[in-house]
């Protein structure tokens, strides 16, 4: 069945340090990949998204691209910063289900220090 | 517009009770979700209705839960008999339409402990 795997946490990184969450899948069908985010006290958000292979999802400084031929979709920004502190999902979701149902990772807690 | 609500934010119940937990959806989306988030775990799949129609219930974990939309806007998660490995966050979430890589956009969720 579909699955999703990521890097178990918690990370801690310092200010400024480059991040990666690493974050591999296995599907039938062809997915769509996210990564989505939740900020402490608050609830789950979408980060960003990939659709097809080789495409590249960004936001707040963050990037994933969708690699097929490794079926990874690691997450990766340049320069973390305190507010950056939060739990992240990477998940899917096939097409060929039934409904477009999201299966997520077990998340990865993201601490920064000042 | 406003986001997804859900209500009540925190349930304490006790074992054999039963519980209601509502979600309203983002107004006009078609779509709509229930997850269960075990404290340090990712979201499950629990049921997805397309309008009224309850499509897929295939990740409810027994018989004492039970899932409606009767109109096609809000939806009520009812857990019957209420036992002690229930506590979780019940997470809703909504969208536009189902088709593949659409957004869904999740409410803050309902956290129930049962005692």
């Known amino acids: 069945g579909n699955s999703v795997t990521q890097m178990e946490g918690p990370v801690t990184l310092s200010e400024e340090a480059f991040l990666t969450i690493n974050c591999t899948y296995t599907?039938?069908?062809?997915?769509?990949l996210f990564w989505y985010v939740q900020y402490p006290g608050e609830g789950l958000q979408l980060l960003l998204k990939a659709t097809k292979a080789d495409d590249k999802g960004s936001n707040k400084g963050f990037e994933a691209t969708y690699r097929k031929e490794t079926t990874s979709f690691h997450l990766e920004k340049g320069s973390v910063q305190v507010s950056d502190s939060a739990v992240y999902f990477c998940?899917?979701?096939?097409?060929?289900?039934?409904?477009?149902?999201?299966?997520f990772g077990s998340g990865t807690r993201l601490s920064i220090r000042p | 517009g406003a986001g997804v609500s859900q209500s009540p934010r925190y349930k304490v119940a006790k074992r054999g009770q039963d519980v209601a937990l509502r979600c309203d959806p983002i107004?006009?989306?078609?779509?709509l979700f229930w997850y269960q988030q075990a404290l340090g775990q990712g979201p499950e799949f629990l049921t997805y209705f397309q309008n009224e129609a309850q499509l897929d219930k295939s990740g409810l974990p027994s018989d004492r839960f039970f899932a409606e939309r009767p109109e096609g806007s809000v939806s009520t998660l009812k857990i019957q008999r209420t036992q002690q490995e229930d506590s979780a966050v019940y997470l809703c979430?909504?969208?536009?339409?189902?088709?593949?890589?659409?957004?869904?956009?999740f409410g803050p969720g309902t956290r129930l402990l049962v005692l």
């Open positions: 998940a899917l979701s096939d097409r060929y289900s039934s409904a477009s149902k999201i299966i």
């Open positions: 599907a039938t069908g062809y997915p769509s």
């Open positions: 107004s006009g989306h078609v779509s």
């Open positions: 979430a909504s969208s536009f339409r189902d088709t593949p890589g659409e957004t869904q956009y």
